[in-house]
């Protein structure tokens, strides 16, 4: 029978909070042994549902199962169930673009749920399952995580071994505050290449309003260009110590861009809740393959992590009851936001806008943030009142009706 999951759960919002285990060496060996035999499995299952080209999560359940228990004896009824819908989750996106089986990382992680896992919340243990027994592991973190891990729902886990350190990341379910209308409008954010976010007020981001050593986008991309012959360099040298300076800066440029994504979308939540404004973004989904570029701007191009900063945005903008839309952005750095003229000749340099019919110039990066915030506005009216043009509309002319006399006429 199905778990149905709570109102709290339904309507909140989910957040994610680190725990570090402190296990003991025969607790981390157990844990290591959970962790490769449920992945050895979800490799198992992938195979058979490539061979049988069963995809869909109860269908792959009635093929798998069994057979999954009986290949691997450690293996328990819920951890298989979790590597079922680990194989599902992996082929629903991507099935069209694979070629072959989807394979696991021998350590990658692996999910825990309520029946896989349980709390002793007041002497920080939780206790997990293992092919060998349950074990009963320590666990620690940030005074804010704890708190919230004592007081909100909790979800599914998912359990992590990174250089020899066990981290549990655990979901919560925040309460979801009520959207605000937007009663200044939308703060429009355009998002490039050449600068990573420009707000319709003008700010630029990175740059001299976010604290840290970033000190803006040209040093973002020298960084980042640094990184990336450094990594060429030493994947051409191929020697053993070559490749263990690859291990120790591995993941290290992902960190410094995601902390950046970060900053900049808070900033941009904070900047709209102070003036009362909602939040604008284009939507960007599609935009690699629409783009035409020249083969030397083809890996900053798909380096682009625009979603991570759209998603980073959203829901810090639900957390705070910001309204949040996205808008189409063509062209949105061609327009004017004054007269409305639309036209190639409006952009005569690469970051330069110049209307040929009103006049007015800037730069075209301020110019998108500004249109992409009308249209924020446009859309947001559009969808929350959907009978605001004055237009026919068979509801309101139903509800101007007066009611149907109970004794007739």
């Known amino acids: ?28 060996n157990a844990l290591a042994t959970a962790v490769r035999v ?9 195979r058979l549902a490539w061979q049988q080209r069963t995809f869909p999560i109860l269908d792959l359940h009635r093929l798998a199962y069994h057979q999954a228990r009986a290949h691997f004896g450690a293996l328990a009824a819920q951890a298989a169930v979790r ?17 072959r089986a989807h394979i696991f990382r021998p350590h990658g992680a692996i999910p825990y749920d309520a029946r896989l896992m349980s709390w002793n919340r007041d002497a920080r243990i939780v206790s997990l399952w293992t092919p060998t027994g349950r074990v009963h592991v320590s666990y620690t973190g940030r ?25 549990l990341h655990v979901t919560l379910t925040l309460p979801k505050p009520p959207v605000g209308e937007p009663a200044n409008g939308f703060l429009g954010v355009d998002q490039g290449v ?34 990336h012959r450094q990594r060429r360099r030493l994947q051409k040298k191929g020697t053993p110590a070559a490749r263990r300076v690859l291990r120790r800066l ?23 809740e102070r003036t009362g404004h909602g939040i604008a973004l284009e939507d960007l989904q599609g935009i690699r393959g629409r783009a035409r570029a020249h083969r ?40 004017c936001p004054e007269c409305g003229w639309t036209s190639r000749a409006n952009r005569p340099a690469r970051g330069r806008f110049a209307c040929t019919r009103c006049g007015l110039a800037g730069h075209a990066d301020h110019i998108a ?18 009978h605001a043009t004055g237009l026919p509309s068979a509801r309101r002319d139903r509800e101007s009706k007066p009611p149907a006399s109970a004794g007739g006429s």
């Not at 449920?38 to 992938?46: E, L």
Request: proline residues 5%; contains cysteine.
């Open 194 to 227: 050449a600068n990573l976010a420009v707000t319709s007020d003008g700010a630029v981001l990175p740059g001299p309003t976010l604290p840290g050593p970033i000190e803006g986008n040209g040093h973002a991309r020298t960084l980042r260009q640094r990184r």
């Open 143 to 167: 005074e804010e995580d704890l708190k919230a891990l004592d007081t909100l729902p909790i979800g599914e886990a998912d359990l992590i071994c990174r250089r020899g350190v066990w981290r």
């Open 369 to 386: 943030a500004r249109n992409i915030a009308q249209r924020g506005v446009a859309g947001w009216a559009a969808v929350n009142q959907p």
């Open 38 to 46: 449920c992945n050895q499995a979800a490799t198992y299952i992938s």
């Open 296 to 335: 030397l701007q083809r890996r900053t191009l798909h380096s682009w992590a625009f979603a991570q900063n759209i998603e980073f945005t959203r829901y810090k903008a639900a957390r705070a009851g910001i309204a949040f839309t996205l808008v189409d952005p063509a062209y949105t750095s061609q327009a």
């Open 1 to 28: 029978m199905a778990i149905r999951r709570s109102a709290a759960k339904r309507h909140g919002l989910p957040s994610v909070v680190q725990l570090r285990l402190t296990p003991t060496p025969a607790q981390a």
């Open 83 to 99: 590597a079922i819908a680990r194989v599902a989750g992996a082929y629903a996106n991507r099935r069209a673009t694979k070629k």
């Open 250 to 272: 591995s993941g290290r440029e992902h960190r410094m861009m995601t902390d950046l994504k970060h900053q900049i979308s808070k900033y941009v939540v904070r900047e709209a």
